[in-house]
C-alpha cells in the first residue's frame, strides 16, 4: 500500500484558480485528501500553509487590542504549519507530495499516522473506546 494524494484545495477553492493579492504575504488552510491507493476513499489532512512575512505580522506583532495566545509572548508553536516563501500552488502540491512519498508506506493506519506529525489529520485525537 502506498498513499497518494486525491485532492488538494485551500480555502475550499481549486488552488490553481487561486490568486492571491500579494503573494509573499498569503496565508491559507490547504486540505489535503489522502488515501491508500489500492482502494477508493480518502481522509482529510490541513495545515496552514503561509509565507514568514504573513506569520511575522499576523501571528509574531504584538497588537493589543487583539491578544490570543498566539501573540501574547510574540511567540508561536510551528505544528500543522507550512511555511513557503510565495504562493505557488505547484510547489505547494510538490512539498505535500513529497512528504506522502517519505511518510506514506506501509499500512494505512501507520502511514496516516506519520502524515500527521506535519498536517492536521481529521483523526487525530480519535478513540473508538471513547464511545
Request: charged share 30%.
Amino acid at each position: 500500500m502506498r498513499a497518494v494524494l486525491k485532492d488538494l484545495n485551500i480555502y475550499d477553492t481549486d488552488m490553481n484558480s487561486l490568486i492571491p493579492e500579494d503573494s509573499q504575504n498569503f496565508a491559507g488552510i490547504v486540505e489535503a485528501e489522502i488515501g491508500p491507493d489500492d482502494r477508493a476513499g480518502s481522509e482529510r489532512f490541513s495545515a496552514m500553509v503561509c509565507t514568514p512575512i504573513w506569520f511575522a505580522e499576523n501571528v509574531l506583532t504584538l497588537k493589543k487590542q487583539d491578544l490570543t495566545h498566539e501573540t501574547f509572548y510574540e511567540t508561536a508553536f510551528g505544528t500543522h504549519y507550512l511555511f513557503v516563501l510565495e504562493y505557488d500552488a505547484a510547489t505547494i502540491r510538490q512539498t505535500i507530495e513529497r512528504l506522502i512519498n517519505i511518510d506514506g508506506h506501509g499500512e494505512w493506519s501507520k502511514a496516516a499516522k506519520r502524515l500527521s506529525r506535519h498536517m492536521a489529520w481529521e483523526y487525530d485525537d480519535y478513540d473508538p473506546s471513547d464511545k
